[in-house]
Structure formats: C-alpha cells, structure tokens
C-alpha cells in the first residue's frame, strides 16, 4: 500500500503524470457528457460537465507550454540513431508533434484572450500535426513489431523449435509478453489516431467513443509514465 501511495505522488510530481490524470478526467468528462445526453438529462447538468471539459483541456494547454521545445530537441538525438527506419520515422513523428504543440500553445494563448486568431483554422492545423504524428508513430510501433516478431521465430527455431512452438499464435504470444513497452504504446498510438481524424472530418465516430478512446490512451500513457521500464525507447 505505501508503495500505490509513494508511485502516485512520484506521478502527480511529474509534470506528464498530471497532464495524463487531467486527460483521463478530460475525456472522461466527455464520455459521461454523451450519456447523460443520451439519457435526456437536464442540458443544464450537461453543460456544467462539458465546461468541466473544456477547463481540464485549457488547463492541460498550460501544462504543456514549452513541451514543443523538447520534441524539437528530442528530434535532434533521434536524427543519429543508427537504424535509417527508426531514424526516419521517430524523427518525423518528433517532429509533427513538436509543430502540433507549437499550435497548441498559441491556442492557449488565444483563449487566455493574449492574442487573436482564427480559432478554427488553427485547431485545424494543430489537429493534421497530431494524426500525422500519431500515424507516424504507428509505423514505428508496426516496425517495431515485425522486426521482434522475426526475432522471435528466429529464437525458437535456433532452440530447435518446430511445428506447434514455433507457430503465429506461439511466436506471438511471446512477443506480446516479452514487449510490453511497444505494445502500450501500439495501444495508445491506436486509440488517439481516430481523435484528430474524427476533428478533421476524415471519419465520423460519437462523441462518447472519443470520450472511451481518449480515457484507453489517457490510461496507457499513465502505465508508462508510472513505470519507465514500460515507456518505449524515444517515445
């Protein structure tokens, strides 16, 4: 119990760790949006939850002033990784992110009433940032993915595995157990991507699914705040 204790404020003293618990009441606050809606509840009481919303996500803006400033310098160390693969995509992704925050601050700003923009066309802007970022980050995690899948056949066939222990389910199963940190961040990755593509109109999903997927992401990037043995490499 000490221990749950000490790892939630070694959390809440990180500033990641807050911003991923305000994300989890954030879209949270969402979900619960759409179903009292649903439920025909009175609008009032919907909109007391919505405006909870809308200040966890401005607050959240804050935390994140001068976050842009460490993907950009995050991109610079990635551009020498020996691997042309990583090296490509993890950059790119570093960078798309680093242009999305640099949005997101000015944004910010604007509903702080600092400055005057036109709101829409920069969340528009700041949201084509983020998926690609997102999708980046996803043919990294697939990358990643193949290259541990062919390590691990390769294992089992060297150990003189054959038929059922070297098999997909078996060679699979195995790698979903020994990467952990590739397969929280395939999970984050995937549950964010249809965030900015749902604001970009690219497809249609409910507000309360959005509310469901931002909580999964918001939960998975707590899973690897909490522990860094679960964050994946120059994520």
């Not at 439920?39 to 009481?45: D, I, N, T």
């Not at 992110?97 to 640099?102: E, P, S, V």
């Not at 997102?134 to 089992?156: H, P, S, T």
């Not at 690219?202 to 909490?226: D, K, N, Q």
Request: charged share 20%; proline share 2%; with cysteine.
């Amino acid at each position: 119990m000490e221990d749950l204790v000490a790892g939630v404020f070694r959390l809440a003293d990180k500033t990641s760790g807050r911003d991923k618990l305000c994300r989890v009441v954030q879209y949270g606050s969402k979900f619960v949006s759409w179903v009292l809606e649903q439920e025909e509840v009175s609008s009032a009481v919907v909109q007391k939850i919505r405006d909870l919303e809308a200040s966890i996500s401005t607050a959240r803006k804050l935390f994140r002033l001068g976050k842009s400033v460490d993907s950009f310098r995050g991109a610079l160390r990635t551009i020498h990784l020996a691997n042309p693969i990583l090296r490509l995509l993890i950059t790119l992704t570093k960078l798309n992110k680093g242009i999305y925050l640099l949005f997101d601050h000015v944004i910010w700003a604007a509903r702080m009433r600092l400055v005057t923009v036109d709101m829409n066309s920069l969340n528009r802007l700041a949201n084509r940032f983020w998926l690609v970022a997102i999708v980046l980050g996803l043919l990294r995690d697939v990358y990643e993915l193949v290259v541990a899948i062919q390590a691990e056949r390769n294992r089992l066939v060297q150990y003189g595995g054959s038929g059922k222990s070297t098999s997909g389910v078996r060679v699979i199963a195995n790698v979903v157990r020994n990467n952990s940190p590739l397969i929280i961040d395939i999970v984050k990755n995937g549950a964010d991507a249809l965030i900015p593509a749902s604001r970009l109109d690219l497809v249609y999903v409910p507000s309360g699914i959005i509310g469901i997927l931002g909580v999964v992401s918001s939960l998975a990037g707590l899973v690897s705040t909490w522990d860094d043995r679960l964050r994946l490499k120059f994520s």
